[in-house]
């Protein structure tokens, strides 16, 4: 599979390219950045739209997005990281670290609860609007001050996702090693620095290069252009930029920084075999499931420090990250080392779902395709043709082309695949409501380029064409 996989992500650009910017526009998100990987080798990587909407300026594959709560799983290798040395042990009580909590509840919870998020310790505290910059983050003195509440549940009563819990797991790394955390997170990170061939960004906080010298430029967060204040036809819709703030002692919950190559590099070294980081022992150990969330239709596990779930049949290890202004989210299988990481610039931006689009795509892909044919789509057929009805694209793999929609956030359930039949273009045959068994016909101008193609007797145009004979289907005596 790893072999196809690697081999087949070129084939996809073209119409990744094209879906990822449809979803963009669709979804107001200012910027975008995708980056899909095997293990070390980088195998597409793009930016969308712009850096700050006030500003116009063109987001990169080099600018750094604040990634939230990615920052959990740093804290959590860094952690394990101490346990393999013996300086720590996953049963140590918080009180034996951090004296001060001694006696407040929290303080009998073990390290293993607080990684789990199994120590009922509540999520962010009960004056938390530092979340909608209201108030500075909380400093040391003002965390312990929060963790001295009562516990929501008792230990191992429910998976209850904690901010305070991993906040508390980053004054743990400091008392443990001596170290400011953020010195802790760039002993981490070096050997990732080492063995990678694109340039490191990453990092907590304002520190965005991981504290190795390379600059890195951050993409303005944005907020949402709601309806009250975009009433009437000259009202300035352009999202409203959040400016970044320090997360202080909430850092090791929430506070770091990256772009999507780096991200997506990140989770990807977390597979078996890479020899970075962990122990593959420890790494199995922090990706089995310790707690089964079943929300809203969808069920996702979590480990320590890794949520988990299954995208089509792939199991795969990572983290999402919400913060004012930025949506993320970064997958890896940890068989493979098969990554995708999404960035967003936008407070509600489509992350997650694209993450998972691109997956099933390259699954599905990987399914179809067949290894010992070449492509079977005549030169310049492949790409996006438009009707009134929506946008197709072709998109040819070898021995068979998708036809495929960027309307959705998820391409692959909806795709058609099709097959060359006596040099005719021919949807495979199943009991369906569209264009199975159907051919399709390919249309040319006089220098033999394609120009449209007919699915179903309903003719797709080029863009170019289709903007130039839309007017006229729009007419009202048309037809």
């Given amino acids: 599979m790893t072999a196809d996989l690697a081999r087949l992500v070129p084939h996809l650009t073209g119409f990744l390219d094209d879906w990822i910017e449809r979803q963009r526009v669709a979804h107001t998100v200012p910027g975008i950045q995708v980056a899909v990987r095997l293990g070390t080798e980088l195998l597409y990587s793009r930016a969308f739209g712009v850096a700050d909407a006030s500003t116009a300026e063109e987001l990169s594959t080099e600018h750094v997005f604040r990634i939230a709560s990615h920052s959990k799983t740093f804290t959590a290798t860094a952690v394990m990281q101490q346990v393999e040395s013996g300086r720590l042990r996953l049963d140590d009580s918080v009180a034996q670290h951090i004296p001060e909590l001694a006696d407040a509840p929290i303080g009998s919870s073990t390290v293993r609860e607080l990684l789990g998020h199994q120590s009922g310790a509540e999520r962010d505290g009960r004056a938390a609007d530092f979340w909608q910059r209201e108030a500075p983050f909380v400093d040391r003195d003002a965390l312990i001050a929060q963790l001295r509440h009562e516990r929501v549940f008792p230990a191992n009563t429910h998976f209850h996702y904690s901010n305070l819990a991993y906040s508390l797991l980053g004054l743990i790394l400091e ?27 990453i990092g907590p906080e304002l520190d965005v290069d991981g504290g190795f010298g390379l600059p890195a430029r951050r993409a303005s967060g944005h907020g949402i ?22 997360t202080r002692a909430e850092s090791a919950a929430t506070g770091f920084w990256a772009n999507a190559e780096t991200a997506s590099a990140w989770v990807a070294a977390h ?106 789509l005549e030169p310049g057929a492949a790409g996006r043709y438009l009707s009134l009805w929506g946008d197709v694209n072709l998109m040819p793999l070898p021995g068979i082309v998708l036809q495929l929609s960027d309307t959705g956030l998820d391409p692959a359930a909806g795709a058609v695949v099709m097959h060359g039949d006596r040099g ?50 729009l007419a009202p005596d048309a037809g």
Avoid at 436 to 459: C, M, P, Y
């Fill in 225 to 246: 252009p709601r309806a009250e204040r975009i009433a009437g036809a000259d009202a300035d819709r352009t999202p409203p930029v959040i400016p970044p703030v320090d």
């Fill in 175 to 201: 008392e443990v090693t001596g170290t400011a955390y953020d010195a802790v997170i760039r002993d981490v990170l070096r050997p990732m620095v080492e063995a990678m061939s694109e340039p490191v960004r």
């Fill in 424 to 473: 005719v273009l021919r949807a495979e045959a199943e009991d369906g409501f569209g264009d199975a068994g159907e051919a399709a016909d390919l249309h040319r101008d006089g220098s033999g380029a394609v120009t449209a193609v007919t699915i179903t007797g309903v003719t797709h145009y080029r863009p170019d064409v289709y903007l130039d004979r839309e007017a006229a289907m």
């Fill in 271 to 376: 597979a078996f075999g890479t020899g970075l980081f962990l122990a593959d022992d420890t790494k199995r150990l922090m990706q089995r499931d310790e707690s089964k969330i079943s929300t809203g239709g969808t069920t996702r596990w979590y480990g320590l420090g890794w949520i988990i779930r299954k995208v089509g049949e792939r199991r795969v290890i990572g983290h999402s990250g919400g913060f004012p202004g930025h949506i993320t989210q970064t997958w890896a299988d940890p068989k493979t080392g098969f990554a995708v990481s999404v960035l967003t610039n936008r407070i509600d931006g489509p992350a997650s779902a694209l993450a998972a689009g691109i997956i099933s795509l390259v699954d599905l892909a990987i399914e179809e395709a067949d290894d010992q044919t070449e492509e079977i």
